[in-house]
C-alpha cells in the first residue's frame, strides 16, 4: 500500500496554462506539506495544512494555491504556469503537528514538472 | 534565525570504508534533528532523528549520526559503505515551537567499488 501518493508523476505542459497536482495520504496523518525542489536538488518548503487549515504559507507567487479538501488530501493548483516552476514537487505528511516537533515527514514520489 | 549546513557539495568514498556525511546547525533551544536520503527519482525517506537521550543515534540502513551540542554538529555516519547508499542525504532541523522543518542543501554520497 502506497502511503503518500502523488499525480501526476509526470507533467509536461505550455507556459501560461493551468495544472494541478494531487496529493493523497493513507496514514491517518493530521499535517500535509508541498515542497520544490529545484533543479540543485534544493528543497523548500510551500506549504503545510493541519487537519485542512493552513498553518505555513512560504514566500510563494499567488500563482500556487494548494486545497484540502480533507485531512488525506492536499491538492496543489498552479495558474499561469512559468518556466522557472519547472521542479519536481513533493507532498508529504506526518502525524498531529502539535506536541510532534520530533515527528517524522513521509514524502511522496515526487511530481516532475516541465514548463515549455 | 535557524539555519543548517552541508558544507560538502560532494562525498566520495571507497566501498568498504567509513563514509561521514556533515552537517552543523543554528537554533533556538534545543534542536530537533533528521537525516533524510533521496535516492535518484524517488521522494526523500526518513533515516534517522535526534529528539533527546543518548547522542548517538541510531537509523536505518546501518547508518548512525552523533549530536554535538558544543559544536552544534549532528554528523552522518557509517562503519562500512556500500554501493547502495548512493543517494543525496539531507540534514534538517526544527527548533522548539517552532513547526517549520529547515532543510540543508543536501549532500550528494558516492561510492565507488
Known amino acids: 500500500d502506497t502511503a503518500v501518493s502523488q499525480t501526476p508523476k509526470y507533467l509536461v505542459t505550455q507556459m501560461g496554462n493551468d495544472k494541478s497536482i494531487k496529493c493523497e495520504q493513507n496514514?491517518?496523518?493530521?499535517?500535509m506539506y508541498w515542497y520544490k525542489q529545484d533543479s540543485k536538488k534544493f528543497l523548500k518548503i510551500m506549504f503545510s495544512?493541519?487537519?485542512?487549515?493552513?498553518?505555513i504559507n512560504e514566500t510563494v507567487p499567488n500563482r500556487f494555491s494548494p486545497k484540502s479538501p480533507d485531512k488525506a488530501h492536499l491538492n496543489l493548483h498552479i495558474n499561469s504556469l512559468e518556466l522557472g516552476d519547472s521542479a519536481v514537487y513533493f507532498c508529504?505528511?506526518?502525524?498531529?503537528?502539535?506536541?510532534?516537533?520530533?515527528?517524522?515527514?513521509?514524502f511522496g514520489p515526487g511530481t516532475r514538472l516541465l514548463v515549455l | 534565525a535557524q539555519s543548517v549546513a552541508q558544507p560538502e557539495d560532494q562525498v566520495n568514498v571507497a566501498e568498504g570504508n567509513p563514509l561521514t556525511v556533515k552537517c552543523t546547525y543554528s537554533?533556538?533551544?534545543?534542536?530537533?534533528l533528521f537525516w533524510y536520503v533521496q535516492y535518484p527519482n524517488r521522494g526523500l525517506q526518513f533515516l534517522l532523528k535526534?529528539?533527546?537521550?543518548d547522542n548517538l543515534v541510531k537509523g536505518s540502513y546501518g547508518f548512525e549520526a552523533e549530536f554535538n551540542k558544543s559544536q552544534t554538529s549532528f554528523h552522518l555516519k557509517k562503519p562500512s559503505a556500500l554501493v547502495s547508499d548512493s543517494a543525496l542525504y539531507f540534514c534538517?532541523?526544527?527548533?522548539?515551537?517552532?513547526?517549520?522543518?529547515?532543510w540543508g542543501a543536501g549532500t550528494k554520497l558516492i561510492i565507488k567499488p
Open positions: 508529504a505528511s506526518s502525524p498531529e503537528i502539535e506536541d510532534s516537533l520530533g515527528e517524522t515527514q513521509y
Open positions: 496514514l491517518g496523518h493530521d499535517t
Open positions: 495544512y493541519n487537519n485542512k487549515e493552513l498553518i
Open positions: 537554533v533556538s533551544g534545543n534542536p530537533y
Open positions: 535526534y529528539i533527546t537521550g
Open positions: 534538517a532541523v526544527r527548533g522548539y515551537s517552532n513547526y517549520q522543518l529547515i
